[in-house]
């Protein structure tokens, strides 16, 4: 048995240490905001924070998750940044399929928070490692200047 900190609420879990934290996350406590993209760190549809900083959930072995403070999609509103990176999203409508979304907006809420009035560059950069096969990267970059007050 192990136990995780996920959204600040102690939770058991029964894994073998090298089980990725994704399948933790969406198999046994079925929180399945945090998507499945490449299984490889390259997509970054599985993006969660541990200790506030975004981490590819699809290659973090659940053992090395222990002891940390794991937030997912689930409760990133519970932030004043996670909230206004989320009310940005719905106002300008970024998602198109959505897929993607949950690990845009995890990396967006890290970026704002390191950097709160982010430039065009510092979008770029955060967000790069963050794919949508749909290309909504021109709302996305808008999104995140209006919930840093930029818009």
Not at 53 to 74: D, F, H, L, N, Y
Request: hydrophobic letters at 40%.
């Amino acid at each position: 048995m192990t136990t995780l900190n996920i959204n600040g609420k102690s939770m058991a879990v029964e894994a073998e240490a090298d089980t990725p934290l994704l399948w933790v996350l969406r198999d046994e406590l079925h929180m399945s905001g945090t998507k499945f993209g490449c299984g490889m760190a390259l997509c970054g549809a599985c993006t969660i924070h541990i200790d506030g900083q975004p981490t590819r959930a699809c290659v973090m072995p659940v053992s090395a998750a222990v002891g940390k403070k794991i937030t997912t999609i689930e409760a990133i509103g519970a932030t004043p940044v996670g909230k206004r990176v989320a009310q940005a999203w719905a106002e300008i409508d970024v998602p198109q399929c959505g897929y993607c979304q949950s690990g845009q907006i995890m990396a967006a809420t890290a970026l704002l928070r390191a950097i709160p009035k982010p430039t065009d560059k510092d979008i770029d950069q955060a967000m790069s490692g963050n794919i949508c096969r749909c290309g909504t990267y021109p709302r996305i970059r808008a999104a995140i200047h209006k919930a840093a007050g930029q818009a």
